[in-house]
């Protein structure tokens, strides 16, 4: 009889405790399940839940909910956990560095690009990033991935697969010319030093790429890269300042010289040979490898005085910049950042969007934006466009009724995206194809 009662105490303890683990696992499931809907609901009503580029798709049948990608992604709310397995929220924030996709233990997570309806333009290339022009291949950011350690090796493949290729001889002509200093660029220029291959590299702005257009301060999330001729580098939150350095300390070391400030205008085929063109000279080569970002040349608002030395399309060192009346146009997230890191500073800032409100914004910068606007460090004017810039001044038209009002001013930065460079690789004759949800990266066997 003991023995009976010592097993149904002992029995009663375990369901209890079954009871109570079931109970609270279950708990903890539904407030999450509750927060991501809301979470979802707000995206959809900002119109950030449909993706954009890159973003990641869960395979519900394998996911385990272990909440791993979700903790492992550096921007916020772009996944949560729902009925116990991983949910997309606000997909049109995602920029693609794939940390999701690394961290999920059961490979249940798919790095796509476009959608079913909504299809996104990438040039058409093989295994080899070489593109349907033999001896012309692409990689990095243009080719539809964001990360900077595929960036890295993209490249680096890619002048791989060239030097198998190249057929050497002894003249004036280079073996590769590379187009882009970002990632992949860099990457690439390393690798051919490595090869010794006679090759130039042409950067329209300034060594980074993409990464040198964000502002200083500006966070850049990385994970560990192997750079040819340097190594192992173990970035996983870095600045952007500090990558850069950091690249320019390994081109240094390795006495590449990269032709910056020189931007390719096109890009002709006679018979075995390339004939580049840039604004500053005309080149000739075996092979060629365009490393650029998809965000192209900085979008133009085409107006009278655009060309003034006093515009910019991008903030380098705003610590620098004091007591001076600054126009930010543009309603993005760079626009708001750059004007909030100019406010610092005891400058009159004014924002100048065309739009009645910001839209697409991250829920940090919305806050901080509306903060400085209510403390009035930073006047925003919406629903207005720029119409001319004087010497002294900025015209800009309101569309509700019209009018025009001329505002004192010393410099103007214009942040109105980037002209997708997709007529330039078609210019030199590269295929170009809609991708409508198809994966770039996926290691999941379902």
């Known amino acids: 009889m003991e023995v009976f009662l010592e097993n149904l105490i002992s029995y009663s303890i375990l369901i209890i405790i079954s009871s ?5 696992y279950t708990r903890r499931k539904n407030i999450s399940t509750k927060l991501t809907e809301e979470k979802i609901s707000k995206a959809k ?114 002048v791989k697969y060239i030097v198998e290729k190249l057929t050497r001889e002894e003249n004036s002509i280079h073996d590769l010319i590379i187009v ?21 590299i042409f950067e329209q702005d300034t060594i980074g790429g993409t990464v040198a257009n964000f502002p200083r301060q500006k966070i850049v999330m990385t994970s560990p890269m192997d750079l040819p001729l340097h190594g ?21 070391k390795n006495n590449i010289t990269i032709n910056q400030l020189e931007k390719v205008i096109s890009i002709n085929k006679e018979k075995s040979s390339f004939f580049v063109e840039t604004n500053k000279g005309k080149y000739e080569s075996k092979s060629i490898l365009i490393a650029i970002g ?42 708001v950042e750059s004007a909030l890191l100019l406010a610092q500073n005891k400058n009159e800032v004014t924002v100048s969007y065309r739009n009645e409100t910001f839209s697409r914004l991250k829920p940090m910068n919305v806050q901080r934006i509306n903060e400085a606007v209510d403390s009035s460090r930073i006047k925003v004017v919406f629903n207005s ?25 010393d410099l103007v930065f214009i942040f109105a995206g980037g002209e997708l460079p997709t007529k330039f690789l078609e210019s030199v004759g590269i295929s170009i194809t809609k991708k409508f949800g198809e994966p770039l990266l996926s290691n999941s066997k379902n």
């Open 20 to 24: 109570l683990v079931f109970y609270f």
């Open 232 to 252: 192992k580098v173990k970035l996983f939150e870095t600045s952007k300042s500090e990558l850069i350095e950091l690249w320019n300390s390994i081109i240094k």
């Open 180 to 200: 882009g200093a970002g990632p992949a660029g860099i990457s690439s220029a390393l690798e051919a030093k490595k090869n010794n291959l006679n090759f130039l």
């Open 294 to 335: 998809r965000r192209g040349s900085p979008r133009k608002l085409g107006v009278t005085g655009e060309e003034k030395e006093k515009v910019f399309y991008r903030l380098l060192e705003p610590e620098l910049i004091r007591n001076s009346k600054i126009v930010v146009v543009g309603g993005g997230d760079s626009a």
């Open 385 to 409: 466009n720029v119409v001319e810039i004087k010497e002294k001044s900025i015209l800009l038209k309101y569309d509700k009724d019209k009018s025009v009002e001329e505002i004192e001013n």
């Open 45 to 158: 009503e900002d119109g950030l839940y449909e993706p954009v580029s890159l973003h990641p798709v869960i395979n519900l049948d394998t996911c385990i909910g272990s909440g791993a990608c979700v903790s492992a992604c550096p921007e916020k709310d772009i996944l949560g956990l729902k009925n116990g397995k991983a949910s997309v929220i606000n997909a049109s924030r995602c920029v693609g560095h794939g940390a999701c996709f690394n961290a999920c233990p059961v490979q249940a997570i798919t790095l796509c690009i476009g959608t079913e309806k909504r299809g996104v333009e990438l040039p058409h290339v093989n295994s080899n990033f070489e593109t349907n022009i033999p001896m012309v291949f692409v990689a990095g950011e243009i080719g539809g991935m964001g990360l900077i350690k595929n960036a890295v090796e993209q490249g680096k493949q890619a």
